[in-house]
């Protein structure tokens, strides 16, 4: 039976032979494993790493802002760490649209330290990026960082933008001040810098030179380690700050980073090992970031002066923040009305 439309003098093309298939076949099997092996020796500028524990409400939206980048050469590497909710599908579905999207799964929870370092063992490109799921990233945030890093030269190893802080609802609450552009050429004088003005760290989320992440310790299983590690990249290298307001935050009562959790619930969340409801633990900042910059891949002399210099201007901040604490407690005492005698 004719199909519609089809005419009685129409003739059926000629019938190639087996061989002439077989060949057609093998030289398309080649080309498309040219281009396979071409696609896999190509290296993208940047590796996005999106370390997820049940992301589910906000991952859409970080999807969303990475794939409207205006720089497109990059790659994300998803890292699930055995998510219960609808987090793994969500990946699954954006990945079926977008090659760029490399996934990969635990089969438990190892917690945010592994998860985190996991990402940067599996990149590719030679610059960095950490993707947290609750935060948004502005259009031009990757192309602004990467021409940053670019024009800067080798010694600055760290490239963020400025900080907008948003609520559950991504309504804006505020701009924020990181105030880290690190430019001296002395790493004293860089980690001084630092102890003096980190508090959020949102600079751990900004674009960062692979290679040089990787020779630090990155992220530690203990409460604070972000801390620990932009002190030790500090050290290294010099950090740039773009002026543009290109990262939004988002503060809300999920948040991993929320300051509002106690610290057994947040050491459990850097280590699973850790019991959630355990005792809290130490605090103990400073011989952990003394600890970093000591083994920091630097000469001896900018491993000790940068250390002296993180404990001294340390010192000084939380001298400065008991004063502070005192007065405002001595200020509350003198405000408390008297109490009245009974007649």
Same mark, same amino acid.
């Given at each position: 039976m004719r199909s519609p439309g089809s005419s009685a003098s129409s003739e059926s093309p000629p019938k190639s032979s087996r061989s002439e298939q077989v060949a057609n076949m093998s030289a398309e099997t080649a080309s498309a494993d040219r281009v396979v092996r071409g696609a896999l020796r190509t290296r !993208? /500028?940047?590796?996005l790493g999106m370390p997820l524990y049940n992301a589910e409400r906000y991952l859409a939206q970080a999807f969303d802002g990475l794939l409207a980048q205006d720089f497109g050469d990059f790659e994300?590497?998803?890292?699930d760490n055995a998510s219960t909710d609808c987090t793994w599908s969500l990946c699954q579905d954006y990945a079926a649209r977008d090659p760029r999207i490399r996934l990969y799964r635990s089969t438990e929870n190892l917690g945010?330290?592994?998860n985190y370092n996991r990402t940067v063992e599996l990149a590719r490109a030679p610059l960095f990026k950490w993707v947290a799921y609750d935060d948004v990233c502005s259009p031009t945030l990757l192309s602004r960082c990467?021409?940053?890093?670019?024009?800067?030269?080798?010694?600055?190893?760290?490239?963020? !933008? /400025?900080?907008?802080?948003?609520d559950d609802d991504g309504a804006e609450i505020g701009p924020y001040r990181d105030g880290l552009d690190l430019r001296s050429p002395h790493a004293f004088r860089r980690v001084a810098g630092f102890a003096r003005n980190w508090s959020l760290c949102n600079a751990v989320f900004g674009v960062v030179r692979t290679d040089v992440l990787r020779s630090t310790g990155m992220i530690r299983p203990y409460v604070s380690s972000d801390v620990v590690l932009l002190a030790e990249l500090a050290a290294i290298g010099r950090f740039r700050e773009v002026p543009e307001r290109l990262f939004r935050r988002r503060i809300h009562a999920g948040s991993s980073r929320q300051?509002?959790?106690d610290l057994a619930t947040a050491a459990h969340w850097f280590d699973t090992r850790r019991p959630a409801g355990g005792r809290p633990p130490k605090v103990r900042l400073p011989r952990r970031v003394t600890s970093a910059l000591l083994s920091a891949p630097l000469p001896w002399h900018d491993r000790i002066g940068s250390t002296a210099a993180f404990l001294s201007v340390w010192g000084y901040r939380?001298?400065?923040?008991?004063?502070?604490?005192?007065?405002?407690?001595?200020?509350?005492?003198?405000r408390t009305p008297a109490a009245t005698e009974a007649p």
């Open positions: !993208p /500028r940047v590796t994300i590497v998803v890292s945010a330290a592994y990467v021409e940053t890093l670019d024009a800067a030269g080798p010694r600055t190893v760290l490239a963020y !933008p /400025r900080t907008l802080l948003i300051s509002g959790k939380k001298t400065h923040i008991r004063a502070s604490h005192l007065k405002h407690a001595l200020l509350d005492r003198t």
